[in-house]
């Protein structure tokens, strides 16, 4: 099992462009699998699927496959080149509606180049000669139809009805009424019929693709905002800052409802976050160097010698280990963004190392002797913080980075340690900035019990109004006393007692009919996910708390879930989210222009469950301060406030 562990995973790979040449058909024999061909290739699963969407139905005897060469690495040219000619190799589920749209040409000027290409259709493998750059147009123009009742748009990817609206003036009503098929969603390629009275403005317009056409009222001193799809009162109000009552004061057409498309109106000093944009977060993959090898190592604590030395059986130890399952956990998220790291292409060395840890002890000064660690650049884990300012303490006299995958604790401060979880009062006092502004109100209904919590208030965020909590009628009636109409009263409570927690929901729901309310807590409350609290009041008071990682149930679509339960054929928990987090975000910044260090201070990035927004601690060293706000919304999903 050793050497299963402690072995090497190369990614430095030559990247090229899928040409008809370097690829192979494959014929299935009898007993093979997709992961027995993969290994034969040295190519991932994913790769064969990807080429050949049939294979995910079960292999049969003597089914041809088509498989790349060059470690399956495939990366289609998307810019024209100078020359005349350009050719093209079909990939899996390309059809001539994405190639007119990848290379920018007609049907027809496909067509020219490849006679008989629209009557037979598309081959995996087939060369494609597409148009010269000369015939290429770069924007398009809106034709006059004065001689037909409506105009047709060919919805292309990612397009929707509002921006579809917006783009040619029209109503979405009128739209859906002149295309009934629509009803049940837009269709890649389908041909839309365009209201030939509402288009006559827009004619004759050199407008670029997707780019809407808005006429926005102005009004003196104010801001407009156009309201997103699926935006909520309460969303918008969380990000503007400004109260519901105060929105609809400002903006009397929200009384009938939010609507997609709607313009709203702020004043102009507004500081809100909802007008400024979200943060921007960068995307690494967009620049990468791969030209020079890195060196990565992964201390993960799979503590080999006990379970071999353990007299039950490995199936048992698994079951019953907490800290081996959360290691494995973690290993196995991180392998998936060494997978994707490698069909990237990026030029790094990963080496894995059994750590053998405690909370008081590791081998990590025996590998560091017997392995050659001169040339790495980053260095991930081991788990227990201790271990980690040990391990940094060596590796400091070479200059090698190390990350703290787990920890948020530190005792000993030093200049190569990278904290990737933030400290729970940095947490707080960014909740409290959030919630603090000059339309807010924060009260603190804090159980006599919570000593810690009540030193934090009293120490940093003196303002906050502490309600009596000796009885529940205290309680009650010292909240009604503290709430203010007019503001966003934000209520920060903390107990674990489940029958005063439910008297205080209680209580909050019915202020709900005269003052804006919003339940809010500072850690992880086990009691609020009892059966006895119900979802849907905590939802209906939107409560709102801090998370290192982020929950929202639209990632249940994503790449690595549906690569990891393919894989291991369960959902991935935190614990593998964040090891392909921390792994792929390291990958990322180690393959970058600028030198690893400096892409920390310089880069803010988000990965599937985690943001990591790196500082330099006014001591030594770096700490990570990207984290979540998140609140229940009305339809019981997670959303992010920040």
């Not at 402690?6 to 008809?20: H, I």
């Not at 494995?328 to 190392?353: E, M, R, T």
């Amino acid at each position: 099992m050793k050497k299963l562990l402690l072995f090497l995973v190369c990614l430095g790979m030559s990247v090229g462009v899928f040409a008809q040449q370097n690829f192979i058909k494959h014929k299935v024999e009898a007993g093979e699998t997709v992961t027995k061909i993969a290994q034969k290739y040295q190519i991932t699963p994913a790769i064969i699927f990807k080429l050949n969407p049939d294979a995910q139905n079960g292999l049969k005897p003597d089914m041809l496959l088509l498989i790349p060469k060059g470690n399956g690495i495939i990366i289609r040219e998307t810019e024209p080149t100078i020359s005349e000619k350009k050719t093209h190799v079909v990939s899996a589920k390309e059809t001539i509606y994405s190639l007119t749209k990848l290379y920018n040409v007609t049907e027809d000027e496909l067509e020219k180049s490849n006679p008989g290409i629209l009557a037979n259709g598309l081959k995996i493998g087939d060369p494609i000669v597409i148009p010269s750059k000369k015939a290429i147009v770069t924007t398009s123009k809106i034709q006059n139809t004065s001689s037909t009742s409506a105009q047709t748009h060919v919805v292309e990817p990612k397009e929707t009805l509002y921006s579809i609206s917006k783009l040619y003036n029209v109503a979405i009503e009128d739209l859906q009424q002149l295309n009934p098929e629509i009803k049940d969603g837009l269709q890649i390629g389908f041909s839309l019929k365009i209201p030939k009275e509402k288009t006559e403005k827009a004619n004759s317009i050199d407008v670029k693709p997707n780019v809407a056409i808005i006429s926005v009222p102005t009004k003196p001193n104010m801001i407009s905002y156009q309201v997103k799809p699926k935006e909520t009162l309460y969303g918008i109000a969380t990000s503007s800052g400004f109260s519901q009552e105060e929105l609809i004061a400002l903006n009397p057409v929200l009384k009938e409802g939010v609507k997609e498309g709607m313009i709203l109106y702020f004043p102009a000093k507004s500081k809100s976050s909802l007008l400024s944009g979200p943060k921007r977060y960068t995307d690494l993959t967009q620049s990468l160097k791969t030209s020079k090898r890195k060196n990565l190592v992964l201390l993960l604590p799979f503590n080999i010698s006990k379970i071999e030395s353990d007299t039950s059986s490995v199936r048992n130890r698994i079951r019953n280990d907490k800290f081996l399952n959360m290691t494995l956990d973690f290993y196995s998220g991180a392998l998936i963004a060494i997978d994707s790291a490698k069909a990237l292409g990026l030029n790094v060395d990963v080496k894995i190392f059994d750590s053998q840890e405690t909370k008081n002890s590791s081998n990590i000064a025996s590998i560091f002797k017997q392995s050659n660690f001169i040339g790495t650049d980053l260095v991930i884990g081991p788990f227990y913080q201790s271990n980690v300012e040990s391990a940094a303490q060596i590796l400091m006299k070479d200059s090698i980075s190390i990350i703290s995958p787990l920890s948020k604790e530190t005792s000993i401060v030093l200049p190569n340690v990278i904290q990737t979880i933030p400290s729970d009062d940095f947490m707080k006092d960014k909740m409290f900035e959030f919630m603090k502004t000059d339309t807010t109100n924060i009260i603190g209904v804090i159980d006599t019990k919570k000593l810690s919590t009540r030193k934090y208030l009293s120490e940093n965020q003196p303002s906050v109004k502490l309600v009596n909590f000796e009885t529940i009628e205290t309680t009650n009636n010292g909240i009604k006393s503290l709430l203010v109409k007019g503001k966003k009263n934000y209520v920060v409570m903390d107990t674990e007692n489940t029958y005063r927690i439910k008297m205080i929901i209680t209580t909050l729901l019915s202020m709900q009919v005269e003052y804006d309310v919003q339940l809010v807590i500072l850690d992880p409350n086990p009691k609020l996910d009892s059966d006895e609290i119900k979802i849907e009041s905590l939802a209906q008071l939107h409560l709102m708390y801090p998370s290192v990682g982020k929950q929202v149930t639209q990632n249940e679509k994503s790449y690595f879930t549906q690569k990891y339960r393919q894989l291991n054929m369960i959902s991935p928990n935190p614990y593998a989210v964040r090891g392909f987090d921390i792994m792929f975000d390291a990958l990322l910044r180690l393959s970058q222009e600028m030198e690893f260090k400096k892409t920390l201070t310089a880069v803010n990035t988000e990965q599937f469950e985690n943001r990591f927004a790196y500082a330099k601690r006014t001591d030594k060293g770096f700490k990570n301060t990207g984290f979540y706000i998140l609140y229940y919304d009305n339809d019981l999903s997670i959303k992010t406030a920040n």
